[in-house]
């Protein structure tokens, strides 16, 4: 019989557990993750009343009682519907051999004498389509969507919870609750490997690179990393973080984070990153994205392959991306990169 998640599942303790067992459970965990023992976790909060919760009704005969009423309901309606499904796949299956067995003989006669009567015309389309093929094949792929440097405003709004969902699939299990008090959810997390700087081809327009002492609105470099004063923050109502990592470089740089969810791609965020230093964009909205960015020392321009990033909500909570773009100098990233026209930054 399927099973649900229950009381039981977030003090991990057996169903007839007696009333010692589960109070252990309870110390030990609330012990482990109480939120003084985890100051720097938001979530600790959220766990812990999930474990409070558990044990007030675990801890009380009535309450407890009238949850397992509760999940054997649940679970004998999932069990039933399961049956009906599989009865009603049964029966379709079995009509439709009755009918092929039937048909069969029939309609490879009916196809075999129309392929005889059009057999010239059906030559003609695949000659045709052997070409279209041939020609696909030789041509190029396209290169990246049409930009604009104007922010194009997104309508996007956040995510919300789902709550009350009793379908297996829609329900966390309690390690993945407790796994968020020491690290977030991260559904992806990649670095990002540039073309290294000492293997691009210095051209006429390169080596008359001078470095600007203002950004291209006109405004001064900030003085520490963060987002250039003038340009406008957007895609900033989702719960996922993008972290430029610096760290491994000389020298510093101008990223945008843009957008590839519209008919053009566009930037959303524009920042200044010192030599040796990471900076998080918080709040980015879920999406596809690319990072573009120029070294400030030599003008040299790179873009990431695109990216996602995602936000998927479960019965009681949202799991969140919180990716690491590294920026390195050599060819050891796990992320492709591509050189970049002025045209496109």
Sequence with gaps: MNKIHTHYDNLKVARNAPFEVIRSAYKALSYKYHPDRNPNNPDADRIMSIINE???ILSDPEKRKQHDIWIETQEQCIENKKQTNEQYYHFNTESDDIRKTKTHSSVIKIVFNHIISYWLLYGVIIFFIWLFIDNSLSTPPKGPKPYSKDPIISSQSPKTNQYGSTSPEDIPTFNDLFDAMNTKKVIQNKPISPVPLNHVPITSTQSKYIRSENAPNG????????????????????????????????SDVFVKLVSLNGPKAYPVRNIFILAYEKFTLDNVTAGKYDIRYRDLNSGHLARSESFDVDEISTYNSINYSDITMTLYKVLDGNMETYDLAESEF
């Design 219 to 250: 405004t001064p470099w900030p003085q520490i990393s963060s987002y250039i004063h003038g340009y406008k923050i957007l895609n900033n109502d989702g719960l996922s973080k993008v972290t430029i990592d610096n760290s491994q470089n000389n």
């Design 54 to 56: 558990s044990y007030v």
